[in-house]
């Protein structure tokens, strides 16, 4: 895949599927010429490739590879969900989406402030330098596709600790600035009081100052911009009252110091996030309780000899043992033994399934009875269990309607909060009471604080998470967002079996004896034959 601009035409590369000959591209390029917005258009049958110019302010990839699909063919994408690091709110999506839509070859861009993730379409060629390059000049950091739920757990136990320690730092501090700013004056208090604040603000409150700084770089505001631009308010008019404080000195009083303020802000938002991070942690215990059905190892026959081995390390082809009570490693086929294996996590049906000879077996099912042998047909990210964790973690990262509204509205949030607030400065700085420009100050910080647009960001993203996560405990995959905001207009529900609806644990509920016996003796009968049977029911 190539991407090249000029004035206003751009021209990218795409590996088509599904040709098997020449009037295929034919097909392909008509139907693509006739798209507005394509300037030109050839297709190579031999190559497989689609080379086109067009316009991007009039059509983008995701309608030519719609195009392409329509006349019945497919451009070759890849759809992966990558960790994001640094977001703090709605603002901050919007500028990763964009700086991952910016990226030739991306076709779309879904990021989730919730789950901190990314999910990409994007061309074959693309590479994942590409992806992290243009996320990191944005600001961000993006994660490798590889990383396990283990390594962004690590990570996001880190962060939590940070958050913890900075908040636990400035509250303490702003709680000591407050103190002694009730106890009596003695000389140098104002410059303690000023050595106590600036760790408060520079070390707790850094990620509000690095934050704001990548915002700037992209001529753009957001929630860090509001607090660092809040707090430093404060902060600087402190220091200027310490340095001279001829210049605020009214009525003979010496000025009033609101280090204690920043401070406190600082540690009051930490907390915010603090909480917040713990949230975002729990949103994923539904794809950790999938990955933990995964079993470790496997029982490999390799060279005529059985060997464990971690089950990641299993390759299509290799022979596997299954025990009595193990889980099935990886997808495969029967071709040695019996055995009846419970495939409820899949199915629903409570009843173990008969396995034989070349009938299929699914990972991370459990294996009732007997043993048997099969042979590794899908491994890793191909497995059954692997496709619904990936499945239940793209349904999470989309996006509803409803978010992407808000989302929309979030990025024009700041700016106009900003706008507000100097509004409010100004006007109570000429008609507010004395001494003006301290009355001024404070209602600017108010406002400023105030409204940090967390919850437009994260409301409907973490209901998302939290519907898609106990849907899939419960055995129900959504499959996007969109669904489940529809999912309330259903107002009948088919199944076509009752299985999906037991529990698995059957009970007897009536005994209807004939003249000849009673109910005890049909009861006693019944548990005879039970006692030393294996069958489920």
Known sequence: MARKKGSNKEKVRIHVTGMTCTTCAATIEKGLAKTPGVEEAKVSFASEQASIAYDPERVNLGTLKETISRIGYNAATRKSVFPVRGMTCASCVARVEQALSGVPGVVEANVNLASEKATVEYLEAVQLSDLKRA???????????TETLEDVATASQR????????????????????????????????????????????????????????????????MNTLIAVGTSAAYVYSVLAVVFPVFFTAGGLEPHLYFDTSAMIIGLILLGRFLEARAKGQTSEAIKKLIRLQPRTALVIRDGEEMEIPAEE????????????ERVPVDGIVNQGYSSVDESMITGESIPVEKKVGDKVIGATINKTGSFQFKATKVGKDTMLAQIIRLVEEAQGSKAPIQRMADIIASYFVPIVIGIALV?????????????????????????????????????????????????????????????ERAHRINTVLLDKTGTLTQGKPLVTEIIATESFSEEDVLRLAASAERRSEHPA
């Not at 106890?183 to 208090?189: L, N, Q, V």
């Not at 299993?314 to 009570?325: E, F, M, N, S």
């Not at 404070?442 to 960001?457: E, Q, R, Y």
């Not at 055995?475 to 967002?481: K, M, P, V």
């Open 424 to 484: 409010t400065f100004i006007t109570w700085y000429f008609v507010g009471p004395a001494p003006a420009f301290t009355f001024a100050l404070l209602n600017f910080i108010a406002v400023l604080i105030i409204a940090c647009p967390c919850a437009l960001g994260l409301a409907t993203p973490t209901a998302i998470m939290v519907g898609t996560g106990k849907g899939a405990e419960n055995g129900i995959l959504i499959r996007s967002a969109e669904a489940l």
């Open 135 to 145: 996320v990191a000049d944005a600001g961000y950091e993006l994660g490798g596709e």
């Open 314 to 325: 299993v390759q299509v082809g290799d022979l596997i043992t299954v025990r009595p009570g």
């Open 159 to 222: 962060e939590i600790k940070s958050l913890r320690n900075r908040f636990i730092f400035a509250t303490a501090i702003g709680l000591l600035i407050l103190g002694l700013g009730f106890g009596p004056s003695f000389i140098g208090k104002p410059y303690l009081l000023w050595a106590l604040a600036t760790p408060a603000q520079f070390w707790a409150g850094w990620r509000f100052y690095r934050g704001m700084w990548g915002a700037l770089k992209h001529l753009t505001a957001d």
